[in-house]
């Protein structure tokens, strides 16, 4: 058995190697000529230097604190001047300490006012719920002014057994209640708290009614329940809860009937009003109703 070998002709490659050597020649002939700016290798340097750095800063997560160490500097520099904050006028806070005040804007001892982000700091207290509003001014060389608009709180509000004092826009003020908020109005459910102004207000044009009322519970987002303080529910209906709460006053004027022994009234039905008893008073005028058909009976 024999192998044979074939061997390719030399002479292309001969010529591919011309051609490149030739094209090579041809690039590097003006580059010989070229001058090299004298600190570029310097310059090349520091760029890759540099970029080093801001890669290791960025992957590090070391920006924050580059940040506070630039602004510290630029802050003892300030302060070395003359602008050190050395006093701050607050106005307008009660449910907002000083602490949080001071912590949200950023003041501390070594703070300096000419470096102070006011529409920052402004933004920052406006973010705490409480605060509605707030105004931060230099006033140099070291003063600073802030005037603090909070809000006020208006109810209470439960949703999931979760009870939180709310502002009157629905803004939720606090997670737990201090005693002396306890007396708030009680509005309960989904949605309550961006409706319970409008609501109250209502509720309120009748007072013989609100005073009974232990909380305003909202159904499906659309309508309201009254849950009384001697238990009775009231059923209001979706729109024209004025007409219904009058018929309320009025019922409740002429009959006292938010002391009977009643468990639920329904005004959703614009022509009337449906009361449901208590079993107990449902037993009594079951058994009055029986003897009074008995009696009827015996009479005839």
């Known amino acids: 058995m024999s192998v044979s070998s074939t061997t390719a002709p030399r002479r292309p490659v001969a010529a591919s190697r011309g051609l490149i050597s030739r094209t090579l020649r041809r690039i590097m002939l003006p580059l010989k000529h070229a001058r090299?700016?004298?600190?570029?290798?310097?310059?090349?340097?520091?760029?890759?230097?540099?970029?080093?750095?801001?890669?290791?800063?960025?992957?590090?997560?070391?920006?924050?604190?580059?940040?506070?160490?630039?602004?510290?500097?630029?802050?003892?520099?300030?302060?070395?001047?003359?602008?050190?904050?050395?006093?701050?006028?607050?106005?307008g806070q009660r449910q907002v300490s000083r602490e949080e005040i001071f912590a949200a804007t950023g003041v501390t001892n070594h703070s300096s006012l000419l470096f102070l982000d006011v529409a920052?700091?402004?933004?920052?207290?406006?973010?705490?719920?409480?605060?509605?509003?707030?105004?931060?001014?230099?006033?140099?060389?070291?003063?600073?002014?802030?005037?603090?608009?909070?809000?006020?709180?208006?109810?209470?509000?439960?949703r999931q057994g979760k009870v939180s004092v709310i502002a009157a826009d629905g803004t939720v003020l606090a997670a737990s209640v201090e005693p002396r908020l306890a007396s708030l109005p009680f509005v309960v459910g989904k949605g309550a708290a961006a409706k319970a102004r409008g609501f109250l207000a209502v509720l309120d044009r009748y007072p013989a009614i609100r005073d009974q009322v232990r909380a305003s519970i909202l159904v499906a987002e659309r309508r309201w329940n009254l849950r009384l303080k001697n238990g009775i529910d009231v059923r209001l209906p979706d729109t024209n809860i004025e007409r219904a709460l009058e018929t309320l006053a009025r019922f409740e004027r002429e009959k006292s009937l938010l002391t009977r022994d009643i468990v639920a009234i329904d005004?959703?039905?614009?022509?009337?009003?449906?009361?449901?008893?208590?079993?107990?008073?449902?037993?009594?005028?079951?058994?009055?109703?029986?003897?009074a058909t008995k009696k009827k009976g015996s009479d005839a």
């Open 120 to 158: 920052q700091a402004r933004a920052k207290l406006e973010a705490i719920p409480w605060i509605a509003e707030a105004t931060v001014r230099k006033l140099y060389p070291d003063r600073l002014q802030i005037t603090i608009t909070e809000r006020e709180a208006f109810a209470l509000w439960q």
């Open 36 to 91: 090299v700016p004298r600190y570029a290798g310097v310059a090349a340097f520091l760029i890759f230097a540099i970029s080093v750095t801001a890669y290791a800063v960025i992957k590090g997560d070391h920006i924050e604190a580059i940040r506070t160490a630039v602004k510290d500097t630029a802050d003892g520099a300030a302060n070395a001047a003359g602008m050190r904050i050395a006093t701050v006028s607050l106005s």
């Open 267 to 291: 005004l959703r039905l614009p022509d009337r009003l449906t009361v449901r008893l208590s079993d107990t008073a449902a037993q009594a005028r079951e058994e009055l109703f029986k003897k």
